[in-house]
């Protein structure tokens, strides 16, 4: 079963905003309202940004978004700060076979 | 605040077995509100779900994975674990363990390198 699909890298400057898309299928990102997105610096364990598509748990900056329109969910980061670096995971439910999917990954570079 | 912590060998033989236990602390395992799963990453690559267990011992794995892998839970020692066989090369990766809730993983342990080789 294929990952879910994102940009292998995004970069953006200080202040700035990016976004990161995640496109699954209907069976997916689509059919259900269970994404979360992940922060995972080099060396560490994956931190949760965002769960069922856009709720950021508690001590998460209001500058993490997220959305999703179809079968695409998206994670954007306002005001690009230098410790946003690092690789973003996006995850869905599914219900084709494998319970929980992850994205292949996106490096996130602050320029 | 909830905390978890991997802990087994970093080296495992090829054609051998892979046993991990990931201990709870902080919050109760039994709580009928989660599942607590396994997350492994090869390497410089990305995430892949192994697999996913209840209190009750109800389980839910990766069907890459299934024929390879079990699991189980010790309430009495708040604590899962993960069992691998036989393994190879390509099993070799960081193995986190993690609180499921309805649809994410939090938090996640520190991870562990499981290393194959001979």
């Known amino acids: 079963q294929s990952a879910l699909t994102q940009p292998a890298s995004v970069s953006g400057s200080p202040g700035q905003s990016i976004t990161i898309s995640c496109t699954g299928t209907?069976?997916?990102?689509?059919?259900?309202?269970?994404v979360s997105w992940y922060q995972q610096y080099p060396g560490k364990a994956p931190k949760l940004m965002i769960y069922e598509i856009s709720h950021r748990p508690s001590g998460i900056s209001n500058r993490f978004s997220g959305s999703k329109s179809g079968n695409t969910a998206s994670l954007t980061i306002s005001g690009l700060q230098a410790e946003d670096e690092g690789d973003y995971y996006c995850?869905?439910?599914?219900?084709?076979?494998?319970?929980?999917?992850f994205g292949g990954g996106t490096r996130l570079t602050v320029l | 605040q909830l905390q978890l912590r991997e802990s087994g060998p970093g080296l495992v033989k090829p054609s051998e077995t892979l046993s991990l236990t990931c201990s709870v602390s902080g919050g109760s395992i039994s709580s009928s509100r989660y599942y607590w799963g396994w997350v492994r990453q090869p390497p410089g690559k990305g995430l892949e779900w192994i697999g996913s267990i209840y209190y009750s011992g109800h389980t839910d794995n990766n069907p890459s994975l299934e024929s390879r892998v079990s699991m189980s839970v010790d309430t009495s020692h708040n604590q899962f674990s993960l069992r691998l066989s036989p393994v190879t090369a390509a099993d070799t990766a960081v193995y986190y363990c993690?609180?499921?809730?309805?649809?994410?993983?939090?938090?996640w342990g520190q991870g562990i390198l499981v290393t194959v080789s001979s």
């Open positions: 995850s869905s439910y599914t219900s084709s076979g494998i319970r929980w999917m």
């Open positions: 993690a609180r499921l809730g309805t649809a994410d993983f939090d938090p």
């Open positions: 209907n069976y997916d990102v689509g059919g259900y309202n269970y």
